[in-house]
Antibody, heavy 120, light 108 residues
Framework: EVQLVESGGGVVQPGGSLRLSCAASGFTFDDYAMHWVRQAPGKGLEWVSLIVGDGGSTYYADSVKGRFTISRDNSKNSLYLQMNSLRTDDTALYFC?????????????WGQGTTVTVSS | QSALTQPASVSGSPGQSITISCTGTSSDIGSYSVVSWYQQHPGKAPKLMIYEDTKRPSGVSDRFSGSKSGNTASLTISGLQTEDEADYYCCSYAGSWVFGGGTKLTVL
């Protein structure tokens, strides 16, 4: 069964840091690019970041560029999101998602998400 | 990158058909054939329903179909069922990925 499980969320003060993880199973992890997508409470989906299969290229939304870093460890079938200089508007449920076999543009498997709360 | 524009809500009765629009610009929807649609039930992860404007993943009911004209993509659900009640999001690419604001579908 193809599965993604996020972890690492929690409560952090503004300006703090947090590292999210996403454990993948059931597919050849390094064959696929991976996205992070977030959803603020009661709000819609917002794309955050993408990393290609070999980790050689990364992409970020303007809202997180320079503060967040996406990475992966293919030997551990794991995806990460290092979040620094956190702001209250980063409060959200963070999902990791696998791209389809065809291109980077659609996300066919999603985790259940991990909650990040930025509050003083 | 601005969010794609979707109606906040749509509704329909069981058995009817509804269409959800997703309006972008010539820089996103109008430039790439990569619109995807996601269904999200409360407290659940999104589920891919349509990719590359019109294609349906294996396992998704053929009651769901996608189309596109110019800068507007559409998701049509025919033969509405109560379990279709959910939030629906479109997504496109324009140098980065952008989602629509979401549409709440109510099945009356």
């Amino acid at each position: 069964e193809v599965q993604l499980v996020e972890s690492g969320g929690g409560v952090v003060q503004p300006g703090g840091s947090l590292r999210l993880s996403c454990a993948a199973s059931g597919f050849t992890f390094d064959d696929y690019a991976m996205h992070w997508v977030r959803q603020a409470p009661g709000k819609g989906l917002e794309w955050v970041s993408l990393i290609v299969g070999d980790g050689g290229s990364t992409y970020y939304a303007d809202s997180v560029k320079g503060r967040f870093t996406i990475s992966r460890d293919n030997s551990k079938n794991s995806l990460y999101l290092q979040m620094n200089s956190l702001r209250t508007d980063d409060t959200a449920l963070y999902f990791c998602a696998k791209v389809t076999a065809y291109n980077y543009h659609a996300m066919d498997v999603w985790g259940q998400g991990t909650t990040v709360t930025v509050s003083s | 990158q601005s969010a794609l524009t979707q109606p906040a809500s749509v509704s329909g009765s069981p058995g009817q058909s509804i269409t959800i629009s997703c309006t972008g610009t010539s820089s996103d929807i109008g430039s790439y054939s990569v619109v995807s649609w996601y269904q999200q039930h409360p407290g659940k992860a999104p589920k891919l329903m349509i990719y590359e404007d019109t294609k349906r993943p294996s396992g998704v009911s053929d009651r769901f179909s996608g189309s596109k004209s110019g800068n507007t993509a559409s998701l049509t659900i025919s033969g509405l069922q109560t379990e279709d009640e959910a939030d629906y999001y479109c997504c496109s690419y324009a140098g980065s990925w952008v989602f629509g604001g979401g549409t709440k579908l109510t099945v009356l």
